[in-house]
C-alpha cells in the first residue's frame, strides 16, 4: 500500500462505510511521511505501540457512514499489516535496527555554576569582549570560565 487513501478503501471493503470515513486515522499512521518519504517512516507508528496511540488520538471506536462503530485498533492494525507484510512489529523491532552514531550516546548535563539564572553564554561573553576583559573566542572562554568554576568550587 502506498497512499493513505488505498488504506482507507481496503477499510471501507474491510468494515464497510466509505473510505472517507477511515482517511483520517490512515493519514496519521503515514504522517511521518511528510519528514522521510522512505519506507522507513514507519518506525515512528507502525508498531504495536503505535496502535494504541492511534486509540488515544482517535478514541477507542468511530463510527462509520454505514452506523457500524469499528474499534480504532482494527484500522490501525490493517493499515500495519498491509504496509509491514502481514505483521504488526513492537517498537523494539524498529528501534534494534537503529544504524547508531556517536552523536546518539553519551549525552551530557550542563552544569550550571552560581546563583545567577543561566542564560545564553554568547550574550555574557559578547560583554565580556566589548568590555575588554577577554580577547579569547566564544569556546576558549567557556572553557576558561568551567575550569575556573571547578577551581573556585
Known amino acids: 500500500m502506498a497512499h ?8 471501507a471493503r474491510k468494515f464497510g462505510g466509505v473510505p472517507s470515513d477511515y482517511q483520517a486515522v490512515h493519514d496519521w499512521f503515514d504522517a511521518s511521511k511528510e519528514h522521510l518519504a522512505l519506507f522507513t517512516h514507519r518506525a ?8 494504541f ?15 457500524r462503530e469499528i474499534p480504532v485498533r482494527w484500522i490501525g492494525e490493517q493499515h500495519v499489516r498491509e504496509d509491514c507484510q502481514g ?6 523491532d524498529w528501534l534494534r535496527r537503529i ?5 546518539m550516546a553519551n549525552g551530557h548535563i550542563d552544569r550550571h555554576v552560581g ?5 545564553d553564554p554568547r550574550v555574557a561573553w559578547a560583554s565580556e569582549v566589548a568590555a ?11 572553557a576558561a570560565r568551567a575550569t575556573q568554576a571547578t577551581q573556585s568550587a
Open 87 to 92: 505483521r504488526i512489529p513492537s517498537m523494539a
Open 99 to 103: 544504524q547508531p552514531e556517536p552523536w
Open 115 to 119: 546563583n545567577e539564572p543561566c542564560g
Open 4 to 11: 493513505p487513501l488505498h488504506h482507507a478503501e481496503s477499510s
Open 44 to 51: 515512528m507508528r507502525h508498531h504495536a505501540q503505535g496502535l
Open 53 to 67: 496511540e492511534a486509540e488515544r488520538v482517535f478514541g477507542l471506536t468511530l463510527t462509520n457512514s454505514a452506523g
Open 132 to 142: 575588554g576583559r577577554t580577547v579569547l573566542g566564544l569556546k576558549d572562554w567557556m
